[in-house]
């Protein structure tokens, strides 16, 4: 199966489960990876044909950016089944980094896989 990806992905959102977090934004990072075969949009080059990586990165920004999630798991699920159930996307792996978490770790984070390839 063919990937799409966004790499990278930053948006300010407020996560963590300590009293002086709850009242800030931080920066997580994300890197999306989706399966989807791509022949159809490659043949007709029609944007109809694929999965337009503008409008997953617009729905995935506008719900970080609304969330208050405490745990990072909890928040990295709900993005994978947005990434399932709305975009019909077979199989996503995401990488969530929370960098700064640890003052001594350059990344800190979660990686995920779910769907079928
Ligand atoms: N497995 C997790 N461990 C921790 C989390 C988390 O979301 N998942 N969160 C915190 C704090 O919010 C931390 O990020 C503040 O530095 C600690 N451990």
Redesign the pocket.
């Known amino acids: 199966m063919d990937i799409i990806f966004l790499g990278g992905l930053e948006i300010d959102t407020v996560?963590?489960?300590?009293d002086w977090?709850r009242s800030i934004k931080q920066k997580i990072i994300l890197d999306i990876e989706m399966a989807f075969d791509i022949r159809k949009a490659a043949a007709t080059d029609d944007i109809a044909y694929t999965l337009d990586y503008k409008t997953v990165s617009d729905r995935i920004v506008a719900f970080v950016e609304a969330s208050e999630f405490?745990?990072?798991?909890t928040l990295i699920e709900e993005i994978a089944k947005i990434l399932l159930n709305e975009f019909s996307v077979p199989w996503v792996k995401i990488v969530l980094n929370?960098k700064g978490?640890?003052s001594r770790a350059r990344d800190?984070g979660i990686i995920i896989e779910r769907g079928q390839k």
């Open positions: 996560i963590g489960i300590y977090e405490y745990l990072v798991e929370k978490a640890i800190v």
